[in-house]
């Protein structure tokens, strides 16, 4: 945690420090953008991590609420989709859909639902090797409300890894030197969130990574 919050820190600091120096040793138009775009980047993924520590802080103190109401669980996923696909496409993974046209109304909070599959998402084209493929799938639940699954065909989780990608900041690889950079609460915050709407999540499978949510319908 200690080194998610640092690395972007750092970077913000040292950049600004060779802009401020401008003056003294003058840099190249490109490189004044290029320095000012590796701060935003490095502060917006910080800010990232700090809203995410503050939602599982209050998640677990009980005084988290949703701004829940009647939502096209569809629409939600579209969008979320949309944000994605750029992303995915850079990293070289498909990101594939397969949603049912007769999903039921949910009653939940949109923005809080984007953030669950947002965050599921994200995982998958992450910790997808490039050619891979990330599917997302949705379903009308047999005893009614939604079935929200997301795949990937990364390598998968054992159930101790699985156990430990669960806990906030856990860390399947929890190195320096681990190939993907991350907090350790995307999937925490993701099954807080579905567990406050009511919601059934089923943790992912240890081969083929799955994660179900089942979100109960108005």
């Not at 970077?11 to 401020?20: E, N, S």
């Not at 004044?32 to 701060?39: M, R, S, T």
Request: aromatic content about 4%; glycine content about 10%; charged content about 20%.
């Amino acid at each position: 945690m200690s080194h998610e919050l640092r690395t972007p820190l750092n970077t913000v600091i040292g950049f600004a420090k060779l802009l401020g120096e401008h003056g003294k040793q003058p840099l190249k138009e490109a490189e004044v953008v290029e320095y000012a775009d590796l701060i935003r980047d490095a502060a917006t993924h910080l800010l990232a991590v700090l809203n995410d520590i503050l939602d599982i802080s209050k998640m677990q103190s009980g005084k988290y609420t949703l701004d829940a109401r009647e939502v096209e669980i569809e629409e939600v996923l579209q969008v979320t989709l949309a944000t994605f696909r750029p992303a995915a496409a850079e990293v070289g993974v498909a990101l594939e859909s397969r949603l049912d046209p007769d999903l039921p109304l949910v009653k939940g909070d949109p923005a809080k639902l984007r953030q669950v599959f947002g965050n599921l998402i994200s995982n998958a084209i992450k910790f997808t090797p490039r050619g891979g493929t990330a599917t997302i799938e949705a379903c009308a639940g047999a005893g009614g409300g939604a079935s929200v699954r997301v795949r990937d065909t990364g390598l998968g989780m054992s159930a101790e890894e699985i156990a430990v990608a669960l806990t906030p900041f856990g860390q399947v690889d929890g190195g320096r030197a681990r190939w993907r950079e991350g907090a350790g609460l995307g999937l925490p915050i993701a099954r807080a969130l579905v567990q406050l709407h009511g919601g059934s999540p089923r943790p992912p499978r240890a081969v083929e990574f799955v994660v179900v949510f089942l979100v109960v319908s108005v």
